[in-house]
């Protein structure tokens, strides 16, 4: 998987269940200092095996650097960072080769490669991939914030249940920090802990539920970006579907625009007492024409419930061309969403030090 971004790029390779998993990072900055703390806490807000409401697969996600840093700085050559496949269960995916699972990849991987594709544990396709996203993405946003930009990532709901909202406007270090202190990665306390005993109930009725990510980028400076392929919406958009089960994004208001006056979801510009540019509410979510405009930039992502769930569920055999009923066994994420947090904020802090580094030219 190669993801582009104009400075630099990710070369993302291993599958869910080879040896192992990582990132070639091309043409990133030299001289960067790694923050190998931060780094490891960024892993594990991501990785396996915390909590019962998440996969039981248990990862350790130990980064190991081969190449491109030279004690703890880029030195402007390629990293190349590989993390160990430690608790594999392939077995597991044994009857699954020819019998693919509804609402995964496994069907269209079938056609794409001929049948050739190592599928185990959703091979290329799985959330396992990423955890490389994540350690490349935990370099650029400790920049960031070395500059001031902050960005914070949230599970605005899960189903029906609803988290408060992330400050449009200003940067509130305390939610940010109520959302890396509770169990799960939600500003409200008690729906965290209510949570559990929900998440507990659909892993009990053999099924899984979808989730929608909030994401807020604080203090990015106006007038970064461009219009067309190359705005924000476009680079963000492009970039955060690598995210294996995203199924969409929404800036700002959104899809509610539609039920707007221009009265109403028009931002109104202002002076502050610093004579900075800033607007009075952010339905816009930061960004005009493409081009930040000094606000927060807020968007919203979709993520879908987890495919791979045990209920019966109706397939097809590719070998017998018959229709058939599977049941899967494994170890899956109840809600993807959980997870997927601190992957958006890795992959959006790419795309912000991305667009950072053009306006240093």
């Known amino acids: 998987m190669n993801i582009k971004f104009n400075n630099f790029s990710l070369n993302i390779f291993g599958t869910s269940h080879g040896e192992e998993i990582g990132v070639l ?3 990133f900055p030299k001289g960067i200092t790694l923050n190998n703390e931060y780094i490891k806490e ?16 248990d990862e350790a996600d130990e980064v190991l650097i081969k190449s491109g840093i030279n004690n703890d700085i880029t030195t402007g050559l390629p990293i190349k960072a590989v993390i160990k496949n430690t608790n594999k269960k392939s077995k ?25 594709m190592d599928m185990k544990g959703g091979g290329p396709f799985s959330g396992r991939l990423t955890a490389p996203m994540v350690f490349a993405g935990s370099i650029a946003k400790k920049e960031l914030e070395k500059k ?37 990665p939600v500003i409200n306390k008690e729906l965290s802990v209510g949570l559990i005993s929900y998440i507990d109930d659909i892993r009990k009725q053999l099924d899984s539920v979808g989730s929608k990510v909030e994401t807020v980028v604080y203090n990015l400076p106006i007038g970064l970006g461009e219009h067309s392929d190359q705005s924000i919406e476009s680079r963000l958009s492009k970039t955060l579907f690598c995210i294996p089960g995203m199924k969409g994004i929404s800036f700002g208001e959104g899809f509610s625009l539609a039920l707007m006056k221009g009265s109403k979801s028009n931002d109104v510009i202002y002076y502050n007492q610093n004579k900075e540019i800033k607007t009075i509410t952010n339905h816009m979510g930061g960004i005009l024409g493409g081009i930040s405009n000094g606000m927060p930039i807020t968007f919203t992502i979709v993520m879908k419930p987890t495919p791979s769930i045990a209920k019966k569920q109706h397939t097809i055999n590719f070998v017998t061309k018959e229709n058939v009923t599977i049941e899967i066994n494994g170890r899956h994420d109840p809600c993807i969403g959980i997870r997927a947090v601190p992957v958006v904020e890795a992959l959006s802090a790419l795309v912000m030090y991305d667009l950072l580094l053009e306006n240093i030219k």
């Not at 892993?43 to 996969?55: E, I, L, N, V, W």
């Not at 949230?154 to 940067?171: A, C, E, P, T, V």
Request: no cysteine; glycine share 6%; net charge positive.
């Open 25 to 27: 990072i091309t043409g």
């Open 42 to 57: 960024m892993m594990d807000r991501r990785r396996p095996g915390k909590s019962r409401a998440t996969t039981l697969r």
């Open 92 to 116: 597991d995916y044994q009857k699954l080769i020819n019998t693919p699972r509804p609402a995964h990849a496994d069907l269209t991987a079938f056609f794409k490669y001929n049948g050739t």
């Open 148 to 184: 001031g930009i902050f960005i914070v990532s949230h599970l605005l709901s899960i189903g029906d249940k609803q988290d408060i909202k992330l400050n449009q406007l200003l940067y509130e270090s305390k939610q940010q920090k109520l959302i890396l202190s509770n169990k799960f």
